[in-house]
């Protein structure tokens, strides 16, 4: 396995690698859930990149960004035990030289829920992703699906700009107590961690509730809402119950539909969701 | 040579074709101007691929896209007559499917003069020709220099993007009587089209003054602003006089600059352009 910094290194190690490829973009600090994106790619393709990137354009916070968890060392380790053949872990000016002045912006999909939460933040994760989708042309690239809203902005980008790379999303893993894994959950003091399996909690009673028959949307947010209140630690920004195709908010749950929230846990923002579509419940 | 409608179509043509492959993006009505983009992709590619869309993502003024001139027939004659190897001339679900909805902008390059005349037209264009780029993934690609500032901005955007195509600007190709090609000339009266060659007069007379010695940005501005003010037909809406790099206007010419304008006659926009540095004058 290859650590490399440079486009060029990347360039020339690509060429020589077999085909087809199978890209795993991370910001490092690698979990179970990263593990598991690379061990799909590892089964799936010839030769498996993964990207360790803090990207600065996605940080809507600059603290968030200051305080986001970094241990090359350990990425490293986690990417030989997965069995990647390539890491790229490109400085700031690599991804984005002196003069770099373009941004790559997704319309309707991008808008509401963390798009609205976070301004800027889907801009900066389709640049950064146009960026490396050109720079690795893989034929493949693994995304988790705790992300659903990102996951559909790249989808989105990547089809409408004919990058050629296909978008796989991957399920969510989870903590034994169902906490999905989330390199900002390092950040939760250990009365926020014992408190935090509350947002999965909340969004299998809403799903629990939709599979009983409940379709009035309202009443599946209230249903999250209400477990999440009961939490003193969590501070809910929003719970959303949506058009899992749109994102757009739904009134009657008559189609597949996307349960999600964000919540605060102190400084810590974390997010999560359920699909409600025929293969559940 | 090959006149092709789909993606599907276009791909399956190009994964037969021998590499490199050279691209011409062309919006049709094509004139000496592009013939001499599509000799130049034809004497350096294998393949020579020309695109004819009128992209309706870059003109801000509608009645400007309705009125653009087409004749689809005359355009394949003449890239039959330079050597052209495919034509892609799509309908415009085929460039925007269904659901389409990223766009591609580019910041500081992209925000003076056209930029600031004609809001969004560039971002219709970053967006169109990384479609394009995405397609085709051409060795080369060839755009004329009357478009200057377009040419910087799709250059900035296919490094940015590392979509790996090299932007190739060709010089701009003129009348006898000094006036840029443009299919947009079709659109002039008799009288304006007699009066149109002040434009490139007005150019060369500010560029004369430059060679002579005159440094002082207004000077130059104002020499090719009162040649433009004695033909009555002419309207100008920016004469400017920018460093070449930025495109941000000087005071003092002590760099390469552009020496660049914008003119209506009538209901008809051109556009036109001299560069100021140490290979001219």
């Not at 939760?188 to 935090?196: N, T």
């Not at 949506?242 to 908010?249: G, K, M, N, S, Y």
């Not at 929230?261 to 579509?277: H, K, S």
Request: contains cysteine; aromatic residues 6%.
């Amino acid at each position: 396995m290859e650590v490399l910094r440079t486009r060029d290194e990347l360039r020339q190690a690509l060429d020589r690698s077999p085909r087809p490829v199978g890209l795993v973009p991370t910001m490092g600090w690698l979990h179970a859930g990263h593990r598991s994106l690379i061990a799909r790619a590892r089964s799936e393709t010839a030769t498996v990149v993964v990207t360790i990137f803090v990207n600065p354009r996605q940080f809507d916070d600059p603290s968030d960004l200051d305080r986001y968890p970094r241990s090359e060392a350990h990425d490293v380790a986690i990417c030989a035990a997965e069995g990647a053949d390539l890491i790229w872990a490109p400085p700031v000016t690599e991804v984005y030289p002196p003069g770099f002045d373009t941004t790559v912006a997704v319309g309707a999909i991008a808008s509401p829920l963390e798009g609205a939460a976070r301004p800027g933040h889907f801009d900066g994760v389709a640049t950064v992703v146009a960026v490396l989708f050109g720079l690795i042309r893989a034929e493949r690239a693994y995304f988790g699906c705790k992300d659903f809203q990102q996951l559909r902005v790249i989808d989105r980008m990547a089809r409408d700009l004919a990058i050629g790379t296909e978008v796989v999303g991957c399920p969510t893993v989870r903590e034994p107590d169902g906490l999905a894994m989330s390199s900002r959950n390092v950040h939760l003091s250990a009365g926020e961690r014992a408190a935090a399996p509350v947002l999965h909690r909340a969004l299998v009673a809403g799903r629990d509730a939709w599979a009983a028959g409940e379709r009035d949307a309202d009443r599946l947010r209230r249903i999250v809402a209400e477990m999440l209140a009961a939490e003193p630690l969590a501070e809910p920004e929003y719970v959303s119950c949506a058009d899992a195709r749109t994102l757009v908010e739904l009134e009657v749950v008559d189609r597949p539909a996307l349960l999600s929230l964000a919540v605060r846990f102190g400084p810590t923002r974390l997010i999560d969701n359920e699909l409600l579509d025929g293969s559940e419940g």
